[in-house]
């Protein structure tokens, strides 16, 4: 009983690893992600109209739509370079202030005048070795013309560039902040040597509005040219792979269960061994076959679900304290959480019972035939 209770406890405390650390992914996405994100389906930049804007944005729970126009450049800064992810901004984009709480140095703008600005991730920042005092060596960005080199000549002209100071710093995930630049979308333009063209159209609805909802109509509304991506959609590939090591653990922890059951098959095996008389005794009283087969099987189900009962508590218990009080720490530096993530679900829970009941079905069958073969062959 203790054996399929420690069983079942860990099994719990596995998935429920596994289910923190995809709400972790979720909430680290919401951070900086949209609601909604429209890209199109055959070109990586596009074009839409006036009216297809104003539709999108009189959509009932819509509250921003902001165009981004976002591609990789080189920057440099005095010895320094480095390959980024710049990422175009209007004025909305700012407005819904996504990432104002993530800056934790300096201000969240990125256009004074005529002069550009951009809030950098706290990577490229130190990377670079930036900083705000230097006003007058700003950072340069290198964008190849695509134009030019489809003519096959190398020389000035096929590099555009253009110029911009750091205005803060942001710190939001590792693989985000070593990467990315948030800088004045006409500024973009001007590098990549384009107008009225964007790379994808973010959405934030309001709260309590149905994101799904909101989809629907924008397919309806863009047509089978563009693809309207939740938040999910968007990071399905890191989503699904904690959701297949997730199913895998489920099946390691559930195959070890099975082989642990061996010890209720012996423990059966031993019992039926046991009580030879007692069993004659209840075959003298009228016990058919029937009844026999069932009490021995249902001495099995009472020791699993008696232990799957235990571990199910120690392991809600264990994870109870974990989630609130992190006993168990992840061991990694400068890490965005201190300890391993834990949220319990009932549907593990119903998952974990299954798999006891079906344990418990196979290894009870064995010996509480033997139980009846051998009590009616000596009669």
């Known amino acids: 009983m203790l054996g399929v209770g420690l069983e079942v406890m860990a099994l719990i405390l ?6 923190g650390l995809e709400e972790f992914q979720k909430g680290l996405f919401k951070t900086y992600d949209p609601d909604l994100k429209i890209i199109s389906s055959k070109e990586a930049r596009f074009t839409l109209s006036p009216q297809q804007l104003v539709a999108a944005k009189s959509l009932k729970g ?24 710049f990422k175009g901004v209007d004025d909305e984009f700012l407005k819904a202030e996504r990432l104002k709480k993530q800056v934790v140095e300096g201000d969240y703008f990125v256009q004074n005048g005529e002069h550009a600005f951009a809030v950098v991730g706290i990577g490229v920042f130190l990377n670079m070795g930036m900083s705000f005092e230097d006003v007058f060596t700003p950072i340069e960005a290198w964008y ?55 790379s994808a159209l973010e959405i934030m609805v309001e709260d309590g509005a149905d994101a799904q909802q909101i989809k629907t109509k924008l397919v309806g509304l863009l047509g089978n040219s563009f693809q309207v991506q939740t938040r999910d959609e968007q990071h399905a590939a890191i989503l699904k792979a904690i959701k297949i090591e997730k199913f895998f653990a489920f099946l390691i922890m559930a195959f070890v269960m099975g082989i642990a ?14 009580k030879k008389k007692d069993l004659a005794t209840l075959l003298a009283m009228g016990f058919t076959k029937k009844q026999m087969f069932q009490t021995f099987l249902l001495v099995g189900v009472l020791i699993s679900f008696s232990g799957a ?34 949220q319990m679900r009932l549907g593990d829970f119903i998952q974990t019972a299954l798999v006891v009941i079906l344990v418990t079905f196979l290894a009870s069958i064995f010996p509480a035939k033997k139980a009846v073969e051998m009590t009616f062959k000596r009669s």
């Open 14 to 19: 596995i998935l429920s690893v596994f289910n």
């Open 62 to 85: 819509v509250r921003f739509v902001n165009p981004i126009l976002e591609d990789q450049a080189l920057i440099r800064y005095k010895n320094k370079q480095l390959v980024v992810r």
């Open 144 to 198: 190849p013309n695509h134009q030019a080199l489809k003519r096959f000549t190398v020389n000035e002209q096929s590099i555009r560039s253009n110029y911009f100071f750091p205005a803060g710093v942001m710190e939001v995930e590792q693989s985000f902040d070593n990467q990315m630049v948030l800088v004045p979308l006409n500024w973009m333009e001007e590098l990549m040597g384009v107008e009225n063209q964007i």
């Open 261 to 274: 059951s061996f010890t209720l098959f012996y423990a059966l095996s031993l019992l039926v061994i046991e």
């Open 309 to 342: 009962i235990i571990g199910m508590i120690l392991g809600y218990g264990l994870g109870y304290i974990q989630e609130e009080f992190g006993i168990i720490s992840l061991g990694i530096p400068n890490s965005l959480i201190d300890a391993y993530p834990i």
